[in-house]
């Protein structure tokens, strides 16, 4: 199984920072990656797939790189609807897998 | 627009079984695969399992294989998660998801029903 690690599991933010999140996978996955953003009680949205790839409707502000083993998520500058946990997923092969997650708190 | 519903959630013993539905709408459900994803409380995303459009083909997680079995009736569109067996680690909310490709990224979810196992 691809074991993929996020770092850090907690980031104390502020409005208007630029946040970079980290995911590693164990093997290459090339950019078959996604992320996600998940709020307490809600389902996780997706904000970016194939590594890079910003989904439809989602802001600009986030972006997404790597390829790989070593990728990143972006937040150009943290807005207050941003506070949230974030999950990057491999869909390079079975089982799929998640990252355990980056939770960001308000510093 | 896509639209997904679990229901079946629930408390139930360790060791007794359930099952949960999703109902889809908004596409077409016979043409894409679907997975079940979990998430324990207070816990990260767990990859549960998943089936082909036209159900031959079925993958699931280490923890769950052998007592979980995934299904689908596309004349219904609905999605289905047989949980035999169940262990207290199974306690979750349990999501279904709709994949463009296979595999791919999840880009609908539904809301999740919450499965508790416990005595």
């Known amino acids: 199984d691809i074991q993929m690690t996020q770092s850090p599991s907690t980031l104390s933010t502020s409005v208007g920072d630029r946040v970079t999140i980290t995911c590693r996978a164990s093997?290459?996955?090339?950019?078959?990656l996604a992320w996600y953003q998940q709020k307490p009680g809600k389902a996780p949205k997706l904000l970016i797939y194939?590594?890079?790839e910003l989904e439809s409707g989602v802001p600009s502000r986030f972006s997404g790189g790597g390829s790989g083993t070593e990728f990143t998520l972006i937040i150009s500058s943290l807005q207050p609807d941003d506070f949230a946990t974030y999950y990057c997923?491999?869909?390079?092969?079975?089982?799929?897998?998640f990252g355990q997650g980056t939770r960001l708190e308000i510093k | 627009q896509v639209q997904l519903v679990e229901s079946g959630g629930g408390v139930v013993q360790p060791g007794r079984s359930l099952r949960l539905s999703c109902a889809a709408s908004?596409?077409?459900?016979?043409?894409?695969?679907m997975h079940w994803i979990r998430q324990a409380p207070g816990k990260g995303l767990e990859w549960v399992a998943v089936?082909?459009?036209?159900?031959?083909?079925?993958y699931y997680g280490n923890s769950v294989k052998g007592r979980f079995t995934i299904s689908r009736d596309n004349s219904k569109n609905t999605l289905y998660l047989q949980m035999n067996g169940l262990r207290a680690e199974d306690t979750a909310v349990y999501f279904c998801?709709?994949?463009?490709?296979?595999?791919?990224?999840?880009?609908?979810w539904g809301q999740g029903t919450l499965v508790t196992v416990s005595s």
């Open positions: 998801a709709k994949c463009p490709g296979w595999p791919d990224r999840f880009n609908y």
């Open positions: 908004g596409f077409i459900f016979r043409s894409y695969a």
């Open positions: 089936i082909s459009d036209d159900g031959s083909t079925k």
């Open positions: 093997q290459s996955i090339s950019s078959w």
């Open positions: 194939k590594a890079s």
């Open positions: 997923q491999q869909y390079d092969s079975y089982p799929i897998t």
